[in-house]
């Protein structure tokens, strides 16, 4: 499995940006969960929101609730992350992991069993 992360960028607050996570080597009926964890500088990394590729289900931190919304397609093997409103507090490198055992309201918070990771891209909110 291989996942690429892109769409990062600098952008003043208040502004958009969406994040593409390109994935590869998954079977066509593979059931997995594929999430957005980010990391400031200094902090310690943190699930920012998550979605299973069987059902759509989604979870999502709640400093980011209302302001930032995850989709897959499936056809394309890409999940996005739609990041409106953008905060300062939101700068960091953001990552994308996949998984084929947990949950999205569980990979949200137990970020470390994450199986797959990809590189990160660097999202810089200017205020």
Aim: glycine share 12%.
């Amino acid at each position: 499995v291989q996942l690429q992360a892109s769409g990062g960028g600098l952008v003043q607050a208040g502004g958009s940006l969406r994040l593409s996570c390109s994935a590869s080597g998954f079977a066509f009926d593979d059931d997995y969960t594929i999430g957005w964890f980010r990391q400031a500088p200094g902090k310690e990394r943190e699930g920012v929101s998550c979605i299973s590729s069987s059902d759509g289900s989604a979870a999502y931190a709640d400093s980011v609730k209302g302001r930032f919304t995850i989709s897959n397609d499936n056809a394309k093997n890409t999940v996005y992350l739609q990041m409106n409103s953008l905060k300062p507090e939101d700068t960091g490198a953001y990552y994308c992991a996949a998984d084929f055992v947990l949950l999205p309201q569980y990979c949200i918070v137990h970020d470390s069993k994450m199986d797959y990771w990809g590189k990160g891209t660097q999202v810089t909110v200017s205020s």
